[in-house]
T-cell receptor
Framework: NAGVMQNPRHLVRRRGQEARLRCSPMKGHSHVYWYRQLPEEGLKFMVY????????ESGMPKERFSAEFPKEGPSILRIQQVVRGDSAAYFC?????????????FGQGTRLTVV | AQSVTQPDIHITVSEGASLELRCNYS??????LFWYVQSPGQGLQLLLKYFSGDTLVQGIKGFEAEFKRSQSSFNLRKPSVHWSDAAEYFCAVGAGNDMRFGAGTRLTVKP
């Protein structure tokens, strides 16, 4: 049973480009969470999704950021027109339907660098 | 609003010494409590969790944590630190599908 898979592990984008971060949850997990980790800071919640449904996006910036979790395929976090301040590590976690009450597993993260 | 505070940004201990990492939370009800460890360039690994019952929780790698409701704390402890324990440690609190993390405590282990 493979763990939560995130790709790419490292992503470099020039300012103004788009960044696409992928997260494949563990088998049997239907909930996905995205977090952002800035240097010297903890993990900040961004969005919580179930398949084909955004449950809570209260942590998502209002512009340029979007997330989806389609019926088939990985969850995608999309950042349009990236800026230097978007440079961070982005972590995905997945859990079964009972959510954190059981256990959520984290991927190894995608480290985005905007140059 | 719920929040998690890890008062110590950076802690240095000698190998073999004991360790305590502090975590305080603010939450409407008794939340679920977690400690995660993150090695450089890696994801987060769950050390232990508290949902209910015995307030002293045993985790992996020799770690334990104690939930103290009166102090709203969930401190992580280890009796004897190993060099491989050097990492970043995160306390997290949650209920349902809401999970919040502290800013982390970086642990340095001196030989």
């Amino acid at each position: 049973n493979a763990g939560v898979m995130q790709n790419p592990r490292h992503l470099v984008r020039r300012r103004g480009q788009e960044a696409r971060l992928r997260c494949s949850p563990m088998k049997g997990h239907s909930h996905v969470y995205w977090y952002r980790q800035l240097p010297e800071e903890g993990l900040k919640f961004m969005v919580y999704l179930q398949k084909e449904n955004i449950i809570d996006e209260s942590g998502m910036p209002k512009e340029r950021f979007s997330a989806e979790f389609p019926k088939e395929g990985p969850s995608i976090l999309r950042i349009q027109q990236v800026v230097r301040g978007d440079s961070a590590a982005y972590f995905c976690a997945s859990s079964p339907p009972k959510g954190w009450a059981t256990e959520a597993f984290f991927g190894q993260g995608t480290r985005l660098t905007v140059v | 609003a719920q929040s998690v505070t890890q008062p110590d940004i950076h802690i240095t201990v000698s190998e073999g010494a004991s360790l305590e990492l502090r975590c305080n939370y603010s939450y409407g009800a008794t939340p679920y409590l977690f400690w995660y460890v993150q090695s450089p360039g890696q994801g987060l690994q769950l050390l232990l969790k508290y949902f209910s019952g015995d307030t002293l929780v045993q985790g992996i790698k020799g770690f334990e944590a104690e939930f103290k409701r009166s102090q709203s704390s969930f401190n992580l402890r280890k009796p004897s630190v190993h060099w491989s324990d050097a990492a970043e440690y995160f306390c997290a609190v949650g209920a349902g599908n809401d999970m919040r993390f502290g800013a982390g405590t970086r642990l340095t282990v001196k030989p």
